[in-house]
């Protein structure tokens, strides 16, 4: 991708985020949060904690 298209890809959705009503955004932020919760640990440590977990289960059974 040059970096004119980029600029211009850039504008485009400047222009679309600047033209949509200010409600709607917000609108939108609220869905989006509520749709992608994530358990703590898999959002701020990534995937060991998980592995971990089933892990320790295994031994466990």
Do not use: C, H
Not at 9 to 29: I, S
């Amino acid at each position: 991708m040059s970096t004119n298209d980029y600029v211009k890809y850039v504008t485009q959705q400047l222009v679309k985020y600047m033209d949509t009503p200010k409600e709607e955004r917000k609108q939108k932020k609220e869905e989006k949060k509520k749709v992608d919760v994530q358990p703590y640990s898999n959002q701020w440590l990534g995937i060991l904690p998980f592995a971990f977990k089933l892990m320790v289960n295994k031994k466990k059974k």
